[in-house]
């Protein structure tokens, strides 16, 4: 099972964190109201689901991996990592 929230947390991240929002406890849990979860969903969703899951497995302890894992989420959020929209229009010019 949680291969299969990863694969889908990879392809389609928005839809991950509204499958954790109606059918978990995980947002609710790390949370508190809507509107960080809902900014999460428009802005940064791997950002939002990389914060859920330390709140959840790591306990909210912020050591080493949690640290490295939203750094990457965040890269991969604002498109620091993994090219971007600006990388593709210019490759689809060419």
């Known amino acids: 099972m949680p291969c299969l929230l990863f694969v889908l947390g990879a392809g389609f991240p928005r839809l991950l964190l509204l499958v954790l929002y109606f059918f978990t406890n995980?947002?609710?849990?790390?949370?508190?109201g809507i509107l960080i979860p809902l900014?999460?969903?428009?802005f940064a969703p791997l950002s939002t689901i990389w914060y859920a899951v330390v709140q959840h497995y790591y306990g909210g302890a912020w050591t080493l991996w949690p640290l490295v894992g939203m750094v990457f989420a965040v890269g991969i959020d604002f498109g620091i990592i993994g090219g971007g929209a600006r990388n593709r229009a210019r490759r689809s010019y060419t």
């Open 26 to 32: 995980w947002l609710p849990a790390a949370y508190t």
């Open 39 to 42: 900014l999460g969903l428009v």
